[in-house]
T-cell receptor, first 111, second 114 residues
Framework: RKEVEQDPGPFNVPEGATVAFNCTYSNSASQSFFWYRQDCRKEPKLLMSVYSSGNEDGRFTAQLNRASQYISLLIRDSKLSDSATYLCVVTLNTGGFKTIFGAGTRLFVKA | DAGITQSPRHKVTETGTPVTLRCHQT?????MYWYRQDPGHGLRLIHY???????DKGEVSDGYSVSRSKTEDFLLTLESATSSQTSVYFC?????????????FGNGTRLTVT
């Protein structure tokens, strides 16, 4: 079992749709959680951190469920420019900090 | 955007040749990392550095070595390139190695080993 698992997609949605991505992690010692966005042939860029209480940044909402060990990202009112791969990232303390990346979920937003 | 520059951006080399990739940062961050990204895999850590001359192995370190002689530069060397090392290589930095410190990536080096 992978330490961080994501549905690879692709998700194909029309502009204006709401889309949700889930990510599960296997290690209960996981401490910090992030969503990154990666455009085709570009570097990953931090989209948002994920906090226990949930957090929102404009059209993006991130949630964390520690009991079930999953993280979610909700995108409302999808734009063409949201088309990208979304990476779930978990950091855990194994004596030193270790950052684990999911393989990513591809999103295509179509006009 | 974080000031991270990778060079070269693209490289084609032959099997058995040595290759060095460079990462340069202007953020004065202590931690620097080398990752590789391949289809079907998440980003995988090759080596990382937690200070000048302080480095450690990641999960896929075989066939790679690193050096950090200055805070701003982190070099990744493939001693004898193999086709399995064809990949996209990303350098990343973080202010600390702690759990809450996100990584910021350079724009990547596409390496093809023929």
């Amino acid at each position: 079992r992978k330490e961080v698992e994501q549905d690879p997609g692709p998700f194909n949605v029309p502009e204006g749709a709401t889309v949700a991505f889930n990510c599960t992690y296997s290690n209960s010692a996981s401490q910090s959680f992030f969503w990154y966005r990666q455009d085709c042939r570009k570097e990953p860029k931090l989209l948002m951190s994920v906090y226990s209480s949930g957090n929102e940044d404009g059209r993006f909402t991130a949630q964390l469920n520690r009991a079930s060990q999953y993280i979610s990202l909700l995108i409302r009112d999808s734009k063409l420019s949201d088309s990208a791969t979304y990476l779930c990232v978990v950091t855990l303390n194994t004596g030193g900090f270790k950052t684990i990346f999911g393989a990513g979920t591809r999103l295509f937003v179509k006009a | 955007d974080a000031g991270i520059t990778q060079s070269p951006r693209h490289k084609v080399t032959e099997t058995g040749t040595p290759v060095t990739l460079r990462c340069h940062q202007t953020e004065n961050h202590r931690y620097m990392y080398w990752y590789r990204q391949d289809p079907g895999h998440g980003l995988r850590l090759i080596h990382y550095s937690y200070g000048v001359k302080d480095t450690d192995k990641g999960e896929v370190s075989d066939g790679y070595s690193v050096s950090r002689s200055k805070t701003e530069d982190f070099l990744l060397t493939l001693e004898s390139a193999t086709s399995s090392q064809t990949s996209v290589y990303f350098c990343a930095i973080s202010e600390s190695g702690g759990a809450g410190s996100p990584l910021h990536f350079g724009n990547g080096t596409r390496l093809t080993v023929t």
